[in-house]
Structure formats: structure tokens, C-alpha cells
């Protein structure tokens, strides 16, 4: 398509007038370009095929059951907030610390909610006449979650063959004039939350509900009465990051162990159990020790995508980014192609996104308002944040664990080509998004390819093509740069290439198909 836009702009500047033989030449283009649609009409209908006779069952994350107290590990700098929540569950004013009341704990993937859920269940749950913990997860068999309940506040075994109906009457009538405290982990859907809490009865027995969500919609709706509580679960301090990193690593607290790459770890990774867990344990199986310290950033991201734990812990964070349609997973996608430590503008985002093509107009919004809910619901599952701006204006920030995330997904789905000092050209697959940030490495990029060159000007690289690039986004040492032959460009930033001069200007002008363009902080 981008091959049949270029040249069809190209035959409408040219006019009527162009040479018979040169128009001909663009039929023969447009007779290929009608071919390959065709291929990959069929391709995509193999593919609807394949995915209707594999549908997915519910139950999109494996159902793990809640873990006993038993060799649960002591939770490291949570004393806090363990306070904090046991005081609103246990205590109330007057008569209120008989009514029911709802907590819902919110924070992104991978900031430890669930562990902080199990140990204030695990300190409570026998001061309450019944008690249960169900995760309900993205995609769920509700009859299930529900049967789960029951299972664990019932006063005997029930046979598997109920349905839903019988399972939420045979709840009632258990929980009826009972205390009980029931912790609802993964809640992803309003309607979920309707089913589960409609089936449990509201009877001022000092009951209490515990909903874990990473979305602030259902955190505010769960929550939403005059006695309930909101409690947004924040990164751990930087101390105890520590304290819990080397702890994973070595079994025990209060060791000397350090080395650069530790405090790197901490710089990025910092504040997020899930993530220090991981990496710790990934280290610990090296056998890492004061002696032996020779790890790298690059080799450790290599390695560890291949770790089990860390594989896990993926695809639990990108679920945050999976929505009903795949406008909403393109656009989290396209965030990997920002710098690190990103401040992002709303509008420029949403800007690259339509001129990109990611968002496409439905059959109620229009571009800008699917641009918007897009952004919104980015927001809602705390994907992205906003901070606060000296100069008033709306930016956000990606905590560093998803922006890694993304880029891993990014570059295996050859969504987006990434180079940094830890990551060079690698794949074998076309560049269609490159993303370029940094400050050690120089690139040349000439007659639409790329090369990774030395100080000395030299290059152990091959030449890789940017033919069909999509979008460039550089930042940092790019010269020489040309940007001839790069005819499908639709988004160029330039911003921050500070060697970018007026001599790149007649390339730029004739990037037809070029939507958006930045050269903000270029020499131009």
C-alpha cells in the first residue's frame, strides 16, 4: 500500500503530460501492487480461519490458586502501607465498622498488590466467620470464580455440576448474618465486579472486600461508597529495593555484594518487587558472587528474555495493553519507540499515531475520538502516568519496567527497530520503525540504508536498508545523514539530532507521503 500511495502521488504531480513510456512504467507497479494485495488478502483470511477454530477459552491467565501462609516469604518495606490498610479494614467511627466495607488496592503490574493483599488477608481472615480469595483474571468462567467462593466460605463440599444461578443462591444463603472477608484478585471488568458483589449479601456483620485492579475506573467504582477506600500501591523506597534484590540474589539480607551493574539494575528497575524478584533469582542461578561480577546490561537483557520468570512476568504486564480491538495494543506498542525517561506530550503522540495510520475511524467516532479514548484508556490501566509540569502543561512518563516490556514485544513482533548502546542492528527482518537514541554511538544513514560507525568512522556492520521505514525517530550523533530513497517515510523526528543541518532540507521536501516532522533542537 505504501508503494501504490507513493507512486499514485508521484503520477498526480506529474501530470497528464509525463512520457508514454514512464506512465507505463507505473501500470506495471500498480499491477504488482494489486498482486501482493491479493496475497495478502488470502494470508489474512488463512489467519481468521486459524483463529476461528482456536478461539479463546476463558480464562486468559492460567487460574493459580491462593498460596496457605506456609513458606510465604516475609514481604520487605511494607510495614506502611500494611498499617494503613489494616487500620481502615478493622476500624470505623460509630457504627460504620459494622457495615461493609470495599478497599480497592490499584497500581500497575508488577508493583507487588497481590503479595500486600495476601499478607493483610493472611493477618485477618480469622477474625471473620467466613473468608475466601479468588483471582478472576482478564477473560474469566465466571461460574468458576464464583464455584471458587463458595468452595472456600461454604460450610460443605458442593458438587461441580451447579450453575451460576445455584452458585450465587447457594452464597447467599452461607454468607447470610455471617462476617466474612473476601479478597478479588485481577478484577479487569465492571461487569465481573456487578456479578461477584451481587451475589454476596450486604448485612451489617462488619464484612469487608478486598479488589485488586491495575485500572483506575474499576478502583473508583468498587470503591466508590462513603465508607470505602481507594489505596494506590506505590514502588517500593530505593533501601529496601535494595535490601530485596540482594536478598533474591544471596538468600539473605546485609551483604556487602556490589558491583556498577546492581546499582543499574536498581536506577531501572528499582521500586518494582516482580521485576527485582526476577532478575535476582535470574542472578542467583548464574551464581553470581563478589568474585565473579562480569555481567553487562546487553548480555543480561539477552539472557534473561529466555528466563522462565521473566517470560511470566511479560506477559502479566502487557495484558495492561491488550484491549478489545488491536488499536489499543498498536499504540502501547508505539510507546517502546520513545527515549527513555521520556516526558510525553499528548499531542504529539496522538499526532504520530493517525499520521502512522495506527488509529483507524469506527463506525461511532470519528479519528479524534478514537485518538482520544486511545490516550484516556492508556491512562485508566496505568500504562502511562502524568507528572507534573513546572510550565503547566500535560505530560506523562512509562515507568521503566513496561517501557522495557514493550520494546522486548516491540522488537520480536518486528513492530519497531531499536539502537542504543546495548542494542545494535540485529534482525533479519525489514525495518518498518526505526528508533535511535543515543549518545555514544554514531550512525550514517545514506541512499536508504543505515550503518552503525565508530569514532574513527569505520563500520563492522553491514549496511541495513530503511526502504521501507515507516518512521524515524533519531536522537543523538547522525552523520552523514541523506534521506534520499526513503519514499514510504510518513513520521520523521528529528528532534535532538543536533548535527541535522540545512542540507538535509531538499530530501525532506520530497518525502511525499511525509505527515508528521519534527526538528526541534536540529541545527536547521
Not at 489474512?44 to 477454530?53: D, K, M
Not at 444461578?165 to 455471617?178: C, S
Not at 485481577?186 to 464484612?207: E, F, R, Y
Request: contains cysteine; aromatic residues 8%.
Amino acid at each position: 500500500m505504501e508503494k501504490y500511495l507513493y507512486y499514485a502521488h508521484q503520477l498526480q504531480e506529474e501530470g497528464s503530460q509525463k512520457h508514454p513510456v514512464k506512465r507505463s512504467s507505473y501500470v506495471d507497479v500498480f499491477k504488482k501492487v494489486g498482486q501482493l494485495m491479493d496475497k495478502i488478502n488470502n494470508r489474512i483470511g488463512h489467519l481468521l480461519s486459524i483463529r476461528e477454530q482456536s478461539k479463546l477459552a476463558p480464562q486468559l491467565v492460567p487460574h493459580s490458586p491462593y498460596p496457605d501462609s506456609e513458606g510465604q516469604p516475609e514481604l520487605i518495606g511494607t510495614n506502611g502501607p500494611i498499617n494503613v490498610l489494616l487500620k481502615f479494614l478493622k476500624h470505623g467511627e460509630d457504627g460504620a465498622v459494622l457495615q461493609l466495607k470495599v478497599l480497592s488496592m490499584l497500581g500497575i503490574g508488577g508493583i507487588g498488590k497481590t503479595a500486600l493483599a495476601s499478607k493483610v488477608y493472611r493477618m485477618l481472615r480469622e477474625e471473620f466467620q467466613s473468608h475466601a480469595f479468588v483471582t478472576v483474571s482478564k477473560m474469566p468462567d465466571m461460574t468458576r470464580v464464583l464455584f471458587d467462593i463458595l468452595d472456600q466460605i461454604g460450610l460443605r463440599k458442593y458438587p461441580a455440576s451447579l450453575n451460576e444461578n445455584q452458585v450465587i443462591t447457594q452464597i447467599g444463603q452461607d454468607l447470610k448474618d455471617k462476617s466474612y472477608l473476601i479478597v478479588i484478585d485481577d478484577l479487569w471488568d465492571m461487569q465481573h465486579w456487578k456479578t461477584i458483589k451481587d451475589a454476596l449479601p450486604d448485612v451489617n456483620c462488619g464484612s469487608r472486600l478486598i479488589v485488586i485492579t491495575r485500572l483506575n475506573n474499576i478502583a473508583k467504582t468498587c470503591s466508590s461508597g462513603q465508607n470505602n477506600l481507594t489505596y494506590k500501591v506505590m514502588p517500593l523506597a530505593h533501601h529496601d529495593s535494595r535490601t530485596l534484590f540482594l536478598k533474591e540474589i544471596l538468600g539473605h539480607e546485609g551483604s556487602c555484594l556490589d558491583a556498577p551493574v546492581f546499582d543499574e539494575i536498581l536506577k531501572m528497575f528499582g521500586g518494582m518487587p516482580s521485576a527485582l524478584k526476577c532478575i535476582g533469582s535470574f542472578l542467583r542461578n548464574k551464581s553470581v558472587t563478589t568474585e565473579s561480577q562480569k555481567i553487562n546490561m546487553s548480555s543480561l537483557y539477552s539472557e534473561l528474555e529466555n528466563f522462565p520468570s521473566w517470560k511470566k512476568l511479560k506477559i502479566a504486564l502487557f495484558l495492561s495493553c491488550c484491549g478489545p480491538s488491536q488499536t489499543l495494543e498498536a499504540c502501547s506498542l508505539y510507546l517502546s519507540t520513545l527515549p527513555d525517561n521520556h516526558k510525553i506530550e499528548r499531542d504529539i503522540l496522538t499526532r504520530k499515531w493517525i499520521s502512522e495510520g495506527i488509529i483507524l475511524k469506527d463506525d461511532e467516532l470519528s479519528i479524534n475520538g478514537v485518538v482520544n479514548n486511545c490516550f484516556e484508556e492508556l491512562i485508566n490501566r496505568n500504562v502511562i502516568q502524568q507528572v507534573d509540569n513546572s510550565f503547566g502543561e500535560e505530560t506523562y512518563e512509562i515507568q521503566f519496567l513496561m517501557h522495557h516490556i514493550l520494546r522486548q514485544i516491540a522488537r520480536e513482533r518486528n513492530f519497531a527497530t531499536f539502537l542504543s548502546e546495548n542494542i545494535l542492528i540485529s534482525c533479519k527482518e525489514p525495518i518498518h520503525r526505526l528508533s535511535f537514541h543515543c549518545s555514544k554511538l554514531r550512525i550514517s544513514i545514506d541512499k536508504g540504508d543505515i550503518q552503525i560507525i565508530s569514532d574513527s568512522g569505520d563500520s563492522n556492520q553491514k549496511p541495513k536498508s530503511l526502504s521501507l521505514a515507516r518512521s524515524i525517530t533519531l536522537c543523538g550523533y547522525a552523520k552523514p545523514v541523506s534521506f534520499k530513497l526513503l519514499e514510504h517515510l510518513h513520521v520523521l523526528d528529528l528532534e535532538g539530532c543536533w548535527n541535522v543541518d540545512n542540507s538535509t532540507l531538499d530530501d525532506i521536501c520530497r518525502m511525499i507521503l511525509l505527515q508528521y516532522l519534527s526538528l526541534k533542537k536540529t541545527r536547521i
